[in-house]
């Protein structure tokens, strides 16, 4: 399970950096659903590239500790179920997005699940939890 937790870690920071760059590289372009994003949107779409690109090295950072912290894990997988349940906000206000938003709501809503059964993990297999 430790190193299920370490692997699992370490790819979500790496896939949330590579996204951010994209978003902070290549503006709201590559945005499903959105034709002309407008200056605005675009704006937006890369400052909040280069915010998940963030989030993404703290998500390295964890992976690279020794044990993995299970607080820090249970704090961003928070904050990752708490971008899925916006999604479903958005959802219940807006309507349905591009089908593709949904496939990433169902991400973000489940792999949270999977990162808090396994956040203590690798504490738990050095003695300390």
Known sequence: ??????????????????????????????????????PTVDSFGRFMGAVFAGYGAAWIWAARQAPVP????????????????GR???????GRPHWFQLVLMGIELGLPVVFFRLADADERAAGLG
């Open 70 to 85: 299970a607080r820090v894990v249970r704090w961003l997988a928070a904050v990752f179920l708490l971008g899925g349940l």
């Open 1 to 38: 399970m430790a190193k299920a937790l370490r692997v699992l870690a370490w790819t979500m920071g790496v896939a949330c950096v590579a996204i951010g760059f994209e978003h902070l590289l290549g503006g709201a372009v590559g945005f499903p659903g959105i034709a002309d994003p407008g």
């Open 88 to 94: 479903v906000l958005g959802l219940a206000v807006d």
